[in-house]
C-alpha cells in the first residue's frame, strides 16, 4: 500500500537528465528529483523513498528522511510564520504546514511544539497539529498496570507532567514521583502506575513494586559507596535530587536499599554519611 507521508520501496522505471520516475502503483509514475537519485540506481531497481506533495501538489519521492511520518508525533521547530499559520522543520526542503486552526497555542518563530503529524484528506497534504487532544486517548482501552510504555513529554503542568503513552494515549507524571530532569519533547521509557477509575492513566518513569526495583537498587547503593572509598555523604535528610543525582534512584527506593544493607549489618549510618563496615570476608548482600 502506498501512502503520502509514508516510506515506500519503488521500483525505477525511467530514467531522465532531472530525475528518475518511480511506479507508484494507482499514483501513476512518481518523480525522484535529480538532486536524491543515488549515482547507481538503475532502471528495475527497488529504492525506499519518502512521498510528499511538491508545491504544486504533485506527488513527489524524496531520500531524505523526515524526522517523523504521517500518524506520528514529534518535537518539531518553527522555522517562519505567516497569517495563516506556521512552518516547521521536519527535516525536509519542504518545510511542514501548521494551520492557524490546527494550533493548542500562536506559535512563534524559534519555539520548539510537539505535533502530530497527518495528511489533510481535503488537499492531500502533509500537515501537523498542535492540539494533541484531539489525537491522543484519555480513557485506557488496552493498557494493563506495570506495563512498560514509551514516553513524550509534552506539557509541564502545576500537578506534573502530560505525557502521550505510545504515541495513543494521554498520561500524566505526577512531579512527586519525578525524580530526574525533565523536559518537553523528551522521550523516555515509563511504566503504567495506575487506570483510574474514569480509565485516566498515571504513569512513571520506574517500575513500581518492591521486588521490581530494590534488589538493583541495593546492588547499586553497595557499589557506589564502595566505590566512593567507603563512605557515601548521603544521609535521610538528603533531598531526593541530590539521592537521583548520585544513584538515579526515588528516594523511597534508596530508603528501603540502605534498610536492606543495615539489616545486613553491611553499613552504618553516621552524621557523615552511609559507611561502610568492614568484613573479612566479603558478604554478597542478600536481595530479597
Request: charged fraction near 30%.
Amino acid at each position: 500500500m502506498i501512502n503520502i507521508g509514508q516510506y515506500a520501496t519503488l521500483e525505477v522505471v525511467k530514467k531522465l537528465s532531472f530525475g528518475v520516475y518511480l511506479d507508484g502503483g494507482p499514483f501513476g509514475e512518481i518523480l525522484l528529483p535529480i538532486r536524491y537519485v543515488p549515482a547507481d540506481l538503475e532502471i528495475g531497481k527497488d529504492l525506499e523513498v519518502f512521498l510528499y506533495t511538491d508545491s504544486e501538489d504533485r506527488i513527489i519521492a524524496t531520500t531524505e528522511k523526515p524526522f517523523a511520518v504521517s500518524g506520528e508525533l514529534a518535537y518539531l521547530r518553527v522555522v517562519s510564520t505567516q497569517q495563516n499559520g506556521a512552518f516547521l522543520d521536519w527535516g525536509l526542503s519542504k518545510d511542514l504546514f501548521v494551520p492557524m486552526r490546527e494550533q493548542a497555542e500562536k506559535m512563534e518563530t524559534g519555539r520548539w511544539y510537539v505535533v502530530k503529524l497527518l495528511l489533510d484528506e481535503s488537499t492531500d497534504r502533509m500537515m501537523a497539529s498542535s492540539q494533541l487532544v484531539k489525537f491522543l486517548k484519555e480513557e485506557n482501552e488496552d493498557l494493563t498496570v506495570g506495563q512498560e510504555v514509551e514516553l513524550l513529554i509534552y506539557r509541564k503542568t502545576n500537578l506534573g507532567y502530560k505525557v502521550a503513552i505510545d504515541q495513543k494515549y494521554m498520561g500524566l507524571i505526577f512531579a512527586s514521583e519525578v525524580f530526574q530532569p525533565l523536559q518537553v519533547g523528551q522521550k523516555v521509557t515509563g511504566f503504567v502506575k495506575n487506570i483510574r477509575e474514569d480509565k485516566k492513566i498515571d504513569v512513571l518513569l520506574q517500575k513500581a513494586g518492591y521486588e521490581a526495583r530494590v534488589p538493583d537498587a541495593v546492588e547499586t547503593l553497595l557499589k557506589k559507596i564502595k566505590d566512593n572509598k567507603g563512605l557515601l555523604p548521603l544521609t535521610d535528610d538528603s533531598t531526593p535530587e541530590e539521592i537521583y543525582r548520585l544513584l538515579q534512584m526515588s528516594k523511597k527506593t534508596f530508603k528501603k536499599a540502605v534498610g536492606s544493607l543495615y539489616k545486613q549489618q553491611m553499613i552504618k549510618l553516621t552524621a557523615e554519611g552511609i559507611k561502610l563496615i568492614e568484613q573479612n570476608t566479603p558478604i554478597k548482600p542478600r536481595l530479597s
